[in-house]
């Protein structure tokens, strides 16, 4: 997929916390940094946001 | 009501979703689409957001990502529209991009100039709106 958005991190899943409508999604990024975002329940499960899972995060310049 | 907000979408609520902090809305808004946001609880109970009532979504275009060739990736962000490049208008250091959407409405994406370029972004071409349920701000009339 091609996005506007002009950084693409990518790293892998570490940790993932549920609440009542949104998960904190911790990404290991290959340079040792973490990158944390906040999605929606619904998003981590169709993604299938688990440990040892290869994800990318998507953050626009603007 | 006028903002700044160059997105507005009105419909009616479909769902709520009730967290501890914070409650997931779904709007239905034109040609049978859906809108989700996350807003706190305290606002969508000031709103008196329930299902059947009316409300409108705001989105900065400042906020939307556009994407092309989205087969088969999966994306968190809970909102994606989809419609062709109808005006691409650039600036400086940014671009307007409008996408037309079936139905007749439109969404204004603000992309860098770079992007734009990256992504060969034309008027007449397919292109998603992606956006966060995060970035949603829901407003009601009454």
Same mark, same amino acid.
Do not use: W
């Given at each position: 997929?091609?996005?506007?958005?002009?950084?693409?991190?990518?790293?892998?899943?570490?940790?993932?916390?549920?609440? !009542?409508?949104?998960?904190? +999604?911790?990404?290991?990024?290959?340079?040792?940094? !973490?990158?944390?975002? +906040?999605?929606?329940?619904?998003?981590?499960?169709?993604?299938?946001?688990?440990?040892?899972? +290869?994800?990318?995060?998507?953050?626009?310049?603007? | 009501?006028?903002?700044?907000?160059?997105?507005?979408?009105?419909?009616?609520?479909?769902?709520?979703?009730?967290?501890?902090?914070?409650?997931?809305?779904?709007?239905?808004?034109? #040609?049978?689409?859906?809108?989700?946001?996350?807003?706190?609880?305290?606002?969508?109970?000031?709103? #008196?957001?329930?299902?059947?009532?009316?409300?409108?979504?705001?989105?900065?275009?400042?906020?939307?990502?556009?994407?092309?060739?989205?087969?088969?990736?999966?994306?968190?962000?809970?909102?994606?529209?989809?419609?062709?490049?109808?005006?691409?208008?650039?600036?400086?250091?940014?671009?307007?991009?409008?996408?037309?959407?079936?139905? #007749?409405?439109?969404?204004?994406?603000?992309?860098?100039?770079?992007?734009?370029?990256?992504?060969?972004?034309?008027?007449?071409?397919?292109?998603?709106?992606?956006?966060?349920?995060?970035?949603?701000?829901?407003?009601?009339?009454?």
């Amino acid at each position: 997929m091609r996005t506007s958005a002009r950084n693409t991190l990518k790293g892998i899943v570490e940790t993932v916390i549920e609440g !009542a409508v949104n998960s904190e +999604i911790t990404l290991r990024l290959e340079s040792g940094a !973490a990158v944390y975002a +906040i999605v929606t329940i619904e998003s981590a499960r169709l993604l299938g946001l688990v440990p040892g899972k +290869i994800a990318y995060a998507l953050i626009k310049s603007s | 009501m006028k903002t700044s907000a160059c997105n507005q979408f009105q419909g009616k609520v479909t769902n709520v979703k009730q967290g501890s902090v914070n409650d997931e809305i779904e709007l239905e808004v034109a #040609g049978g689409k859906k809108i989700v946001a996350i807003i706190t609880h305290e606002s969508a109970d000031g709103l #008196g957001l329930q299902v059947g009532a009316k409300a409108f979504a705001l989105i900065k275009a400042s906020s939307i990502i556009v994407a092309t060739d989205d087969k088969g990736t999966k994306i968190s962000a809970r909102n994606s529209l989809n419609g062709t490049i109808s005006q691409v208008k650039s600036g400086a250091v940014n671009s307007e991009v409008i996408i037309g959407l079936e139905g #007749g409405a439109s969404v204004a994406a603000i992309v860098t100039n770079e992007s734009c370029k990256s992504l060969g972004l034309a008027v007449g071409m397919p292109a998603t709106a992606i956006f966060k349920a995060s970035s949603v701000i829901i407003g009601t009339l009454t």
